[in-house]
Structure formats: structure tokens, C-alpha cells
């Protein structure tokens, strides 16, 4: 009985134990599934919080493009954008998020956005703000935030923003191109609103828009400026070409500067369309201008004049001197060693200094001692006067006997009773007593009374006398120092006014009116603000020629294949280049530049290959910008292009032309700014 009590008692414990392992078994598979489930609800709520952020990104890049389209560059720091560098920073809160946008100030601006979002589980991020002063609210994220970036570059904008751009490809096979830039709006670069080569910059930037190796040949021309190529792109440059900043182009220096090549040219092209359906057409009139001649006269001064005028000569000469000049003039320092005698000895000698010594011999002992041995000399002088004070050994008196006569006129028969009253020989010039004699024979010149007395002829002593070498001269090496300073100015001055007026007349006058042409030829005066359709083609050629005057603008659209300009050219009077704009269509293929003098306008033709051709041996100047299918140069060309024209040309609207998405740290104002604060990952 006992032992089938103890089997039971067995199966029970068995079964139980069985029943409890199950139990745990499901337990631990449910508490797994459930683990698993809520990790994928917590993954897809994440995901969907992720992709939350996107339509706030999309926001803040639409409010900037539309910010930038608005205001463009100028007026960038407004509507509550604020500046931080170079950079216009809004933030924008909504009530799923918040934003925080930049616009990088460029020709081709950057934008970066910043999006933050509620996130489902807690981040261990620090709570981090940035000065209230900066006013953009806590830009790093809080605790429980998503977060996301984006870079967005842009094209358009200014439609002149670079000096030179081209869609493919860019030749310089002239001689002796170059490319520089200036402002007409800022005097510091132009003079009278013109191009000053000695006020240029290197603005001169030349692109093409194609990553095709080999497009962009530069040759052998001195680009002050950068160069671009699409991505992937490359420059061929000769072995005498230059691209770089003023001081690597003026310096001989060759090549590309490092930093001044870019392969991230990303540009749209958009088209040009009819600009108007109706218009007038031009007809001839007579132009009378008054023309100013002046006479001059070269004035030469030695100060510079204030206001300096124009044309000014600097005439330099040749300055020695002792002392090295500071800052170093014009043309260097020439170093001179010359070797000098002089009587006080030198502070800033070159090299040894040579004493040269003389030897004195004096009665008197020198005071100050000099340095050296002193020679003292016993000698016998004899001198017909004592020195004072006498000399100390014995004195030796010299005398010679002496007679003075006394004559009588007439002579008396015997001698008188006693000798005539004399005056005796000064005292000390004789010795011993005067005796007296009477003489009446012989000549009468010895007849007469005599005084007789020894009168002194010198002394005979033994004296000192000192000799003592002293220096009296040193020799040695000076430097001066030889350069050229101006020493003069020299400049025309105005001494006589000649007015003439001249009447020309003119195949087509345009007034500030819309014009249409089918073909252009001729020449063409711009009076006031004109616009101009060509719908076939543009042929100037020997006198052919259009003048915009002092008051003038021309927007000239061409709508056929083929335009040249030739002969006279454009002579634009107002000297600005976005007076004169050319547009090229579609269907505009080519333009043809060549002739004498100055181009000064823009030209934007998008599908037009642009040929610049110098005239001979002269140098031709391109003064604005220009946008083309292709760039090739013969001849001699000078491009400069007016930095002006980026705030004051004419406008397309800024396109999104690439979108990244990056770190959020990456972002250039976290650049800047996240050295000051703690950021934990």
C-alpha cells in the first residue's frame, strides 16, 4: 500500500512540474512577441515621425527660395530675416514642428534647412539654446526631438552673375586675352564710372556649365578671376596662362592658384521669348550733338593736387641717404657701401674702424692727459722775448752795444756844457748804464752828441717741451642707401573750351517706344529707353554701327539665326553695360563680334555660339558680361566684366539645381557656432 502511494505521489509531482515548464514556455513566447510588436510599433511610429520632418524641410527651402525671389541678394536682410555672417537665418515654428533656414549669401546661393519634429521615445540629447540675443529660439535639438538637414544650391538670380559663362565650350585662341573686373557703382574701382586698370579686380570669373573634359581651353590667358566647369570638369591652360587672384596673376606667377578652380558649375539656361506681339517701326531722323574740345597744357608740381586729376604723371629721382626707407619705395633699395673719413668717431660704422693718429709736440702739458705714452723734451732756446712765466733754469741775456745820436742843427762850434735832455730806450730792452760822448770832426751825420748803452738782442734758456700722438681722423665703412621717390607731378590742365554741334543722320531713331524690324543693318541712334524685336537677322558692317546716346538704353532681341556686328560696332555713350542688353531666342545660333573700339553691354543668348574678333593688332575691350551656347576669341581681347550688374541687371528667379540631405551639424551655422556649446551624441 505504501508503495503505490509513493507512485502516485511521483505522477502528480511530474505533471506539475510539467504543467509549470509549459506555463513558462508560453510566458516567455508571449513576452517576446509582445517585445517584438511594440519595437515594431515604436520603429513605424519613428519612421512615420521621420518622414514628418520632410514637409517642414520642403517649407522652410519654398519660404527661402521665395524670400530670395522677392528680394533677391540686395535686400536679403529683410521681412525678418536676420544677418550672422554672411548668411540670412530665419526660424519658423508650426504646430507640428519648426524650421530653421539659412540663405548663404553667393552669386549662386546656398540654402540649408533644418527641421525638428515631436519624436515617439526620448532622446538623450542635452537641452541647448543659443543666446536669446541671436533670436532663432533653441536651434540644437531639445530632449525628445527628430531632426533633419538639407543642402540646396540655386541657380539663377542675377542673370549677369559671373563675368563670362558658357554652356559648353570656351576657347581663348587669341592673344593676348585677359579677363579682369571692376565696379561702376563703387569709386574705389572706376574712375568716373569707367574701367581703371589701376582700379581692376578679380572678378573676372569665366564657366562653362559641361563636365566634358577638354571644353574649357584658356590657353594662354591671364584670367584674374576663378574658373568653373560642370561636375567632373576640367581647365587646359598653356604654359605662359594665369588664373588666380590679382597678386598671383601681376606676380608671373603660371597655372591655376590653388582654390580658384571649382567643378560644381550647376546653371540654368532659361529661354528668351518674343518679348511683345506689336511694335513700331523705327524711321530715320537727324541727331545734333555738342561736342567738347579741350586745350591743355602740361603743369609740373611738387605736390600731389587734391582732388587728384586725371591722367597724372609721377616723375621720380634719385634720393641717397643714410637711413633705410620705411615702407620700401617703389622699385626696390639699392645698398651702397662707401668708405668715409671723418673727425668724430662713427656710431654706426660698417666693419673695422681705422684711427688715424698725428704727433704733437707743444710747451704745453695737455689737459686732459691723452692716452699714450707723453715724451717730455729738454731743449736751448734763444728768442728775443722771455716766456711768461719765465722759465725756471738760467737765463742767458744776450746784448749788442748801441748808440743813439743826438744831433744839433746847426752844429755849434764846441760842445754844449752838457748833454741834451733824451728819452732813454724802454726799460728792459737794454742793460747796464748809458754813457754820453761828444764827436764834432768827420761827416756831419756822426757830429753831435752819442748815447752809448748795451741793448738786449734775446735771451738764451733751457725749456720743456711735450710730444704726444692724438688721434685726429677714423676711416671706415658707411652704408646708404640709393632708391627713387616722386619728385614731381606732371599733368594736363585745362586752358580752353571748343564747342561745336554736329548734326549726323541716321537710318533709325529709337525713342523709349517698343520697335520691330525684320533685318537690322544700317546705323541706329538710341535716344531714350528703347526696346527692339529683329525677327530675322542683324547685319552691321562697314559704317553699320549702333549708338546708344548719353540718355539712352536698347534692349535688343534677336529672333533670327545669324547676327553679326561689325564695322563700327556698338559705341555705347553712357559707358554702363546694362544700358545695352542683347537677348538672344532660341532659334538665335550665332553672334559675331568684331570691329574697332569697345564693346560695352551684356548678351544673353543661350543657344548662340559668340565669336569676339580683334581687330589686328589692337587690343579690343569687352566691358559687361555674357551668357552663350559657346565662348571662342581671335585676336586680342580684354573681357572685364561690371560687378555691377549683379545688383543692378536684369533678374531670372532662383530654380533649385541640387538637394542633399546632410548631418545637422554640417550645416555652416553649426559650423560656426557649435564650438561654444556642449553637444552630446
Keep these: 500500500m505504501r508503495?503505490?502511494?509513493?507512485?502516485?505521489?511521483?505522477?502528480?509531482?511530474?505533471?506539475?512540474?510539467?504543467?509549470?515548464?509549459?506555463?513558462?514556455?508560453?510566458?516567455?513566447?508571449?513576452?517576446?512577441?509582445?517585445?517584438?510588436?511594440?519595437?515594431?510599433?515604436?520603429?513605424?511610429e519613428r519612421s512615420q515621425a521621420w518622414n514628418a520632418v520632410m514637409p517642414l524641410i520642403e517649407a522652410g527651402v519654398e519660404e527661402a527660395l521665395a524670400h530670395l525671389n522677392q528680394n533677391g541678394l540686395t535686400n536679403i536682410f529683410s521681412d525678418g530675416w536676420e544677418q550672422f555672417l554672411d548668411m540670412a537665418v530665419m526660424e519658423r515654428k508650426t504646430g507640428s514642428g519648426r524650421y530653421v533656414v539659412t540663405i548663404t549669401v553667393s552669386s549662386r546661393p546656398v540654402i540649408e534647412c533644418t527641421a525638428y519634429i515631436k519624436a515617439p521615445a526620448v532622446l538623450s540629447y542635452a537641452n541647448l539654446s543659443f543666446p536669446a540675443s541671436l533670436g532663432w529660439g533653441q536651434l540644437m535639438r531639445k530632449s525628445g526631438e527628430l531632426y533633419r538637414s538639407v543642402r540646396v544650391t540655386t541657380g539663377g538670380g542675377a542673370l549677369f552673375a559671373m563675368g563670362m559663362v558658357s554652356k559648353g565650350s570656351i576657347d581663348f585662341n587669341g592673344n593676348?586675352?585677359?579677363?579682369?573686373?571692376?565696379?561702376?557703382?563703387?569709386?574705389?574701382?572706376?574712375?568716373?564710372?569707367?574701367?581703371?586698370?589701376?582700379?581692376?579686380?578679380?572678378g573676372g570669373d569665366v564657366a562653362t556649365n559641361s563636365g566634358e573634359p577638354g571644353l574649357f581651353n584658356a590657353g594662354n590667358a591671364n584670367i584674374m578671376g576663378k574658373v568653373f566647369t560642370g561636375p567632373g570638369g576640367s581647365v587646359i591652360i598653356g604654359a605662359n596662362g594665369t588664373v588666380g587672384d590679382l597678386a598671383w596673376v601681376t606676380g608671373g606667377n603660371k597655372g591655376i592658384q590653388p582654390g580658384w578652380f571649382a567643378d560644381d558649375m550647376n546653371m540654368s539656361f532659361p529661354s528668351i521669348k518674343v518679348p511683345f506681339t506689336g511694335g513700331y517701326t523705327p524711321g530715320p531722323g537727324a541727331i545734333s550733338e555738342t561736342n567738347f574740345t579741350y586745350g591743355t597744357s602740361m603743369v609740373t608740381v611738387t605736390e600731389l593736387p587734391m582732388p587728384l586729376p586725371p591722367n597724372v604723371q609721377t616723375n621720380y629721382g634719385t634720393i641717397t641717404s643714410t637711413t633705410y626707407p620705411d615702407p620700401v619705395p617703389y622699385g626696390g633699395v639699392i645698398t651702397n657701401y662707401v668708405r668715409v673719413t671723418s673727425t668724430e668717431y662713427p656710431t654706426n660704422a660698417f666693419g673695422p674702424v681705422t684711427t688715424n693718429s698725428m704727433t704733437v709736440t707743444t710747451n704745453v702739458l695737455p689737459n686732459?692727459?691723452?692716452?699714450?705714452?707723453?715724451?717730455?723734451?729738454?731743449?736751448?732756446?734763444?728768442?728775443?722775448?722771455?716766456?711768461?712765466?719765465?722759465?725756471?733754469?738760467?737765463?742767458?741775456?744776450n746784448v749788442v752795444a748801441a748808440s743813439v745820436r743826438y744831433p744839433y742843427s746847426p752844429m755849434p762850434p764846441g760842445p754844449p756844457s752838457e748833454p741834451p735832455t733824451w728819452t732813454p730806450p724802454e726799460p728792459g730792452t737794454y742793460v747796464g748804464p748809458v754813457t754820453n760822448r761828444y764827436q764834432s770832426t768827420g761827416a756831419n751825420a756822426n757830429r753831435g752828441w752819442w748815447h752809448n748803452y748795451a741793448?738786449?738782442?734775446?735771451?738764451?734758456?733751457?725749456?720743456?717741451?711735450?710730444?704726444?700722438?692724438?688721434?685726429?681722423s677714423y676711416t671706415y665703412t658707411n652704408i646708404t642707401y640709393t632708391y627713387y621717390v616722386p619728385q614731381s607731378y606732371t599733368f594736363p590742365t585745362r586752358t580752353s573750351t571748343n564747342i561745336t554741334v554736329t548734326t549726323v543722320n541716321y537710318d533709325y531713331v529709337l525713342d523709349s517706344y517698343n520697335y520691330v524690324l525684320e533685318t537690322l543693318s544700317g546705323t541706329v541712334y538710341v535716344r531714350g529707353d528703347a526696346t527692339l524685336y529683329v525677327r530675322t537677322g542683324i547685319q552691321l558692317t562697314g559704317q553699320g554701327c549702333i549708338v546708344i546716346g548719353p540718355k539712352g538704353s536698347l534692349r535688343l532681341y534677336m529672333g533670327g539665326a545669324e547676327a553679326k556686328i561689325a564695322g563700327r560696332g556698338a559705341i555705347n555713350k553712357?559707358?554702363?553695360?546694362?544700358?545695352?542688353?542683347?537677348?538672344?531666342?532660341?532659334?538665335?545660333?550665332?553672334?559675331?563680334?568684331?570691329?574697332?573700339?569697345?564693346?560695352?553691354?551684356?548678351?544673353?543668348?543661350?543657344?548662340?555660339?559668340?565669336?569676339?574678333r580683334g581687330g589686328g593688332n589692337n587690343t579690343e575691350d569687352f566691358i559687361g558680361a555674357s551668357v552663350t551656347r559657346s565662348v571662342k576669341m581671335y585676336g586680342h581681347f580684354n573681357f572685364h566684366y561690371d560687378e555691377d550688374l549683379s545688383r543692378r541687371g536684369p533678374r531670372s528667379r532662383y530654380t533649385v539645381t541640387s538637394w542633399?540631405?546632410?548631418?545637422p551639424d554640417e550645416t555652416r551655422l553649426l559650423t560656426f557656432l557649435k564650438p561654444f556649446y556642449n553637444w552630446f551624441n
Design 368 to 397: 686732459p692727459l691723452p692716452p699714450g705714452p707723453i715724451i717730455t723734451n729738454t731743449v736751448v732756446v734763444t728768442n728775443v722775448t722771455l716766456p711768461n712765466p719765465p722759465p725756471s733754469g738760467t737765463i742767458v741775456t
Design 3 to 44: 508503495l503505490q502511494q509513493s507512485s502516485r505521489i511521483k505522477e502528480r509531482g511530474s505533471f506539475l512540474a510539467i504543467t509549470m515548464l509549459t506555463i513558462g514556455l508560453l510566458g516567455f513566447i508571449l513576452a517576446g512577441y509582445l517585445t517584438l510588436s511594440s519595437a515594431q510599433n515604436r520603429s513605424i
Design 574 to 612: 553712357t559707358g554702363l553695360a546694362y544700358k545695352f542688353i542683347y537677348y538672344g531666342l532660341d532659334s538665335n545660333t550665332s553672334l559675331d563680334i568684331s570691329g574697332n573700339g569697345e564693346f560695352v553691354g551684356c548678351i544673353y543668348a543661350p543657344n548662340a555660339d559668340l565669336f569676339l
Design 660 to 663: 542633399n540631405e546632410i548631418g
Design 455 to 472: 741793448a738786449i738782442a734775446s735771451y738764451r734758456y733751457t725749456d720743456k717741451t711735450y710730444t704726444y700722438t692724438i688721434p685726429v
Design 176 to 202: 593676348n586675352v585677359s579677363s579682369d573686373s571692376f565696379d561702376s557703382a563703387d569709386p574705389n574701382f572706376n574712375t568716373n564710372g569707367r574701367y581703371d586698370p589701376a582700379k581692376r579686380k578679380a
